[in-house]
């Protein structure tokens, strides 16, 4: 059973940064896609970015790839995502995924952390 854990999460003013964290731990753990989604208030789940087992392949949605980008460090293992000129309605939990396949459809990734929550004051 694959278990992640997010961090870096917090609050934060318009056009700050943040740069959070996934930490996976369990068999084969770092033998799977990995994906960043995230839920705004009274919003369903959204795809934020995605980064292929290797670390070679990453893209982030379109609405977000100017501003945020995905990348592994499987030394330690850790995924990130770089999040800058943040705005408040980048407010939301969230989601870090693992899963078999390298895709932006949540239903491709069959383990999920707590989530992380993020907080742009404006």
């Known amino acids: 059973q694959v278990q992640l854990v997010e961090s870096g999460g917090g609050l934060v003013q318009t056009g700050g940064s943040l740069r959070l964290s996934c930490v996976a731990t369990?068999?084969?753990?770092?033998?799977?896609?990995m994906a960043w989604f995230r839920q705004r208030p009274g919003k369903e789940r959204e795809f934020v970015a995605a980064?292929?087992?290797?670390?070679?392949?990453?893209f982030t949605a379109h609405s977000m790839q100017d501003r945020f980008t995905s990348y592994r460090d499987d030394a330690n293992p850790k995924v990130y995502l770089e999040m800058k000129s943040l705005k408040p309605e980048d407010t939301g939990v969230y989601y870090c995924?693992?899963?078999?396949?390298?895709?932006?459809?949540?239903?491709?990734?069959?383990?999920w952390g707590q989530g992380t929550q993020v907080t742009v004051s404006s």
């Open positions: 995924a693992a899963g078999e396949f390298h895709s932006d459809y949540d239903q491709d990734y069959a383990y």
């Open positions: 369990g068999p084969a753990s770092t033998n799977y896609h």
């Open positions: 980064i292929s087992e290797s670390g070679g392949s990453a």
